[in-house]
């Protein structure tokens, strides 16, 4: 994903009982106000930084950074990793930075199975703050015509696939999960009970996601084995309409290798008969 152009610090943030504890460490609270604004920042709060270049930016000996984040970590607003240099910052989701669409969740979604992103568990806990939090978020919107639930259906159907697809991408995200989801409490999505629905045993098992009609039927998720599709009652609201234009298309030439037509030629053939009407 892009690097950020400019952040956004709430005003709140003074306020913030993590914030105040670090009365006490004027080195952590520097060290975090330049990571919110370091060139290096992305929209998932979450990316590398050597410590290196992060001490030439912000002007903070490396030593200094390295006792910051043990009290950034104690405080529980920023993590960092010295063994694969990434770097987290905690909440990052929980607020206005949620995306906001389908287009940017898909984008932030797709950011997590870059090849660069370690696999390991500080990025499963980052997948996890962004999922809990999107389906919190597409609780806001509005269902108020057929393309606003439409719009909320895809949103959550996303956020299912990703956190059904992400147990078997990173370590002990079933747990991590479910961390987030107790933590949000009484915000996470009454639609789904637990984190536990969408994850069932070996066999086949059932869980509540939104539907273009009703946004609350019941849809089956498949088994461990078989991580890679969600059974939607409707369309595959996880590809895009390209997506879904270059699998049709792909239906129509599959059908003509087993004896039907093919599909440039039925083209010609209706030009042909268009024409020959106007002659």
């Not at 670090?22 to 930084?49: K, N, Q, V």
């Amino acid at each position: 994903m892009a690097n950020m152009e400019f952040t956004m610090l709430p005003t709140e943030l003074r306020n913030n009982p993590r914030w105040r504890r670090l009365e006490r460490h004027p080195t952590a609270r520097l060290t975090y106000l330049s990571l919110m604004t370091c060139s290096s920042i992305t929209f998932t709060g979450y990316f590398l930084l050597p410590l290196p270049i992060f001490a030439h930016d912000s002007m903070i000996p490396v030593p200094d950074i390295e006792c910051a984040f043990e009290v950034l970590v104690e405080a529980g607003m920023a993590e960092f990793d010295s063994q694969t240099q990434f770097v987290r910052i905690i909440n990052w989701f929980n607020g206005r930075r949620t995306p906001c669409n389908r287009k940017f969740l898909k984008s932030t979604l797709k950011s997590y199975r870059q090849a660069h992103i370690p696999g390991d568990s500080m990025t499963a806990r980052s997948a996890a703050e962004l999922a809990v939090a999107g389906l919190i978020r597409s609780q806001d919107f509005s269902s108020a015509t057929q393309a606003s639930t439409q719009h909320k259906a895809e949103y959550t159907s996303m956020i299912v696939q990703f956190v059904v697809d992400s147990r078997a991408a990173l370590p002990e995200w079933q747990a991590t999960f479910q961390a987030e989801v107790d933590k949000a409490g009484s915000e996470f999505p009454t639609f789904l009970k637990s984190a536990d629905e969408l994850f069932p045993p070996a066999s086949v098992g059932r869980t509540s996601i939104p539907t273009r009609t009703d946004c609350s039927q019941t849809v089956p998720i498949p088994s461990a084995d078989r991580l890679d599709t969600v059974s939607i009652p409707y369309q595959d609201r996880t590809k895009t309409v390209g997506e879904q234009e270059e699998r049709e298309s792909i239906n129509r030439k599959d059908a003509y290798e087993t004896g039907g037509v093919h599909p440039r030629i039925e083209t010609a053939r209706s030009a042909i008969a268009i024409s020959a009407k106007k002659g």
